[in-house]
């Protein structure tokens, strides 16, 4: 038995009986028959998003108010990199500089793309993250970066003109090995850019590495192809997955921003490991073409970088309409005033919160205090149509059905599959076809209770822990909650998963460090199509607190 399969056993016990209690769960709670049931086909999910698509965006929070850089727009590249450790008073560089920082820099002339791109591939030379974070360099990066240079001195630059990025290995690029992070797929090489990619790409951004993922985003940590991506922050600490190279580069500085996808909390669940901001966007937002199929009823491709605020800059370019040209923005007020007035919040615990570590929800409460005092109204939120439990069964459900589906001509391969996927493609072939579809089926009732709650409490967003506890340690992938070990399976994704299968968007950022300095994280989740509100409720937090500037190795 390998390393690798050694590692998995506890995880392949915790699967399986995480799915046998709950299917024996939602058996026991079959839902209306024809011609009673309603609007239960699985088509009426889509036909409600649809219709959300059309509503107009709650009241709260004005997304022009916060589309900012929290580092205003520093005059150099050390002025973009010391921004940060300046405003906390940890010193010396961070070396982090964000997407806005660096349009600052290249506005003022006082440093070019080419310049900025060489600084980053200086940094990937000195970091201990770059050898399991990056798999491959991407080809022509210097020569887009010396075609930024010129439509900078032009006058002519785009959006994100010289900005580079990292691209998740389950997204094409056209040139690139693309390889999902699987033995299945050889060595892979991708034909064109995937829409996410091309936009990014139109708009002036530089792709300049494939980054780590778990196997098809659903394996092991310890990926059988590439070995597993140590946390910045503490090398025996996981990332989280699937999207490990996109959080763990960002958090040691490989690149101020990158793709991630999320089915489960796959951009949420490194972001918070790894102390950095993350989106899950409105379900369909975002194209997915060019990206790896997963679980194609749960998959959403989204930006993961270093605040809600260079979110908001990459979001519009993302989804198809960004600016005429680039431009630094202005810095947001900071928290004098209220630019959460009129805002409610509610509060999404019960089974969400337990289990939940003392320094967890410690660090929530503080949040939920920086929230008030910049004028949200935070509230109990009642949703008497949600059950929590029963919706996170579901949601597994669908799951399995579709990696199953996705993944069957591999079956006379699977030996190559790391454990983590066979275990769970193993789950997805046990699974009947009446649990998939009661899934399905669920779903839009699901979405519709939770927004009913949300009315009826009066709170424009939801608001949660993103994960119980702090990064799983490597060894044993297990989470220490209060002082017990329990398996990941047991805690992940427990508040994450449930907006991936409403399609609701949600943003995770940091709120604090535990006492062995590993981050904490926010969730703000919110109706479909506001992802503007989500991101602008974030980039308030974040402009009152500086949990999202500071960098491993610095004190917390």
């Not at 056209?174 to 990014?200: F, I, K, M, N, Y």
């Not at 780590?212 to 310890?222: H, K, L």
């Not at 960002?250 to 089915?263: K, V």
Request: aromatic residues 6%.
């Amino acid at each position: 038995m390998t390393a690798t399969d050694t590692r998995a056993d506890g995880s392949r016990e915790a699967i399986r009986r995480q799915a046998e209690a709950g299917q024996a769960l939602t058996r026991s709670r079959a839902l209306p028959a024809s011609p009673d049931a309603g609007e239960l086909d699985p088509d009426a999910y889509a036909a409600r998003l649809a219709r959300l698509r059309g509503a107009a965006r709650p009241s709260g929070v004005a997304s022009s108010g916060a589309v900012a850089s929290d580092a205003g727009t520093p005059a150099t590249w050390e002025g973009a990199q010391r921004e940060g450790a300046q405003r906390e008073g940890a010193g010396g560089d961070t070396g982090r500089p964000d997407v806005a920082g660096l349009l600052g820099v290249f506005g003022s002339g006082t440093a070019t793309p080419s310049a900025v791109l060489e600084r980053y591939l200086d940094h990937w030379a000195g970091s201990a993250t770059t050898a399991a974070a990056v798999l491959h360099r991407i080809e022509g990066a210097r020569e887009a970066a010396a075609a930024s240079d010129a439509r900078w001195a032009a006058g002519t630059a785009r959006p994100l003109e010289g900005i580079p990025f990292g691209v998740k290995d389950i997204i094409d690029v056209a040139g690139a090995q693309v390889t999902c992070g699987s033995l299945q797929t050889g060595d892979r090489t991708a034909t064109e850019d995937a829409a996410v990619v091309a936009r990014l790409r139109e708009a002036g951004a530089i792709p300049v590495a494939m980054v780590a993922t778990t196997e098809f985003a659903m394996g092991s940590a310890w990926n059988a192809r590439y070995g597993p991506v140590p946390n910045p922050w503490n090398p025996g600490r996981w990332t989280g997955g699937s999207s490990t190279g996109s959080g763990a580069g960002l958090a040691a500085g490989l690149f101020p921003f990158a793709l991630g996808t999320d089915t489960g909390g796959s951009i949420r669940i490194p972001s918070a490991f790894c102390g950095t901001t993350g989106l899950k966007p409105t379900y369909g937002r975002l194209p997915r073409t060019g990206v790896a199929t997963l679980s194609w009823s749960l998959d959403h491709v989204g930006p993961m970088g270093l605040s809600a605020a260079d979110l908001q800059l990459l979001l519009p370019v993302l989804d198809g309409s960004p600016p005429a040209s680039a431009a630094p923005v202005p810095a947001l007020p900071g928290p004098a005033g209220a630019p959460l007035a009129g805002t409610g919040l509610g509060v999404l615990g019960g089974w969400h919160g337990e289990p939940v570590d003392a320094a967890v929800a410690e660090a929530f409460a503080k949040a939920l205090d920086t929230l008030r005092s910049l004028g949200a109204e935070v509230k109990v939120f009642d949703a008497p149509g949600y059950d929590p439990e029963l919706s996170h069964v579901e949601a597994w459900n669908v799951f399995y059905g579709e990696i199953a589906a996705t993944q069957e001509a591999n079956l006379p391969r699977q030996e190559l599959f790391d454990a983590g996927t066979r275990d769970r493609f193993e789950q997805g072939r046990r699974l009947a076809a009446i649990d998939y579809l009661r899934g399905l089926r669920r779903r839009a009732g699901v979405l519709e209770a939770l927004l009913e709650g949300m009315d009826a409490s009066g709170v424009d967003y939801l608001v949660l822990p993103t994960v119980p506890a702090a990064a799983p340690r490597l060894a044993d992938m297990t989470m220490l909650v209060n002082g017990e070990a329990l398996n990941i399976h047991d805690v992940l994704p427990r508040n994450t998963r449930i907006f991936d299968y409403t399609g609701m968007p949600a943003l995770a950022l940091p709120m604090g460090f535990d006492a062995e300095a590993m981050p904490l994280s926010l969730q703000v989740a919110g109706r479909p199509w506001d992802d503007e509100g989500v991101l602008a409720v974030g980039a308030a937090f974040q402009s009152a607190t500086g949990f999202h500037r500071r960098v491993p190795g610095t004190e917390c």
